[in-house]
């Protein structure tokens, strides 16, 4: 299974984004897929995750990517 979307958003509507999805992981150790991306999914984590922050620059074009990885055992 594979969601994925994305969405022109001004930088501080990204942040308070990142924010939310933040906090909420600190909060209740879950994620929610958010609705603007596509069908809302409650995510569950386990206490360790692997995490890959990358950044690329191509000519004009940037990208920085947050990822975060598990698996259930």
């Known amino acids: 299974m594979e969601q994925k979307g994305r969405l022109t958003m001004k930088r501080e509507d990204a942040g308070r984004l990142l924010k939310e999805l933040g906090e909420e992981l600190l909060r209740t150790g879950r994620l929610t897929y958010p609705s603007e991306f596509g069908e809302t999914r409650d995510i569950s984590t386990p206490e360790s995750l692997y995490v890959e922050v990358e950044y690329k ?17």
């Open 57 to 73: 620059e191509k000519r004009d074009k940037k990208k920085f990517e947050i990822e975060l990885e598990w698996y259930d055992r």
